[in-house]
């Protein structure tokens, strides 16, 4: 982010804080991507992901006074919708969605399409930590320390889970 | 096949459906007309209002049971001074 982006981001926070909804409007615009993006990378499923990616910014607007820089927003949106797809696969039992009812036009398009559906199937049929883990590498391009910080676990732990998950997946593509 | 590079374009961000900063706003205006619309400070005087109600209620309820029991002790004291009399008035009677 630049230092003019960064600066807009800082000043919507506290405008935000300030109880300026069209601030609060603003934060969501410029983030929504990545909540939105982590919780569909890791269910497959858009409705579930803009249900979790609401409750995300609906739990922002009652927090927001405990937000103190925009890379603590960042942190903390990414913890938080984190927590909230575990728990959607761990409480509510979710369904394992067979791509073929996936809406695929959110996801994004490689050059062989083939090859990209392939490889979202496989990404889905890992398991839950070793997939989001695997979302916020690829997706939020976070390193082991990162993602350790954001999930709660150790650095050699999450090095584990990644080296497993890719792993798994050269075994099918190479 | 380069497997990051492929990750990192299968797992991109990616936008929600149009009109989704609405939808969360409508979402934040419905929740602060809810309990969320008191600011902390009357929520604050809320909270300690009722805890002050509690409070005087048990005081007064205590109060309440306090009195109940004294006025049952009088009630078998003065049964029992009334026994004693009628006793006495027996033997009386009897003699």
Redesign the interface.
Known sequence: MTAFAEATADDNLARAQAGD?DA??AI??QY???V??IA??FLSD?AV??EI??DV??QL??SIAAIHSESHLLHWLRQVTSRRCIDQVRHHRLRRVDLDETDLA???R?QDPL??RR??ER?AALPDLQRLI??L???E?LGPGDIGRTLGMPENTVKSYLHRA?TA??KE?? | ?N??S????????????DG??D???R??AW?RLSV?SAPAESRRYVHRAIAAGILLAVTIGGWGIHETLRARNELLTAMRIASQKVAHAQQAVRR
């Open positions: 909804h609060f409007a969501i615009e929504q991507s990545i939105f993006g569909y990378n858009r992901a803009e990616a609401q910014f609906l607007f009652r959110a996801a994004p490689l090859l990209a490889l979202r990404i695997l979302t590498r690829y997706q391009d890719l997946l050269r593509f190479q | 096949m497997l990051e492929e990750l990192r374009e299968v797992l991109k961000r990616v936008d929600p459906p989704f900063a939808r969360v706003m979402r934040v929740s969320g």
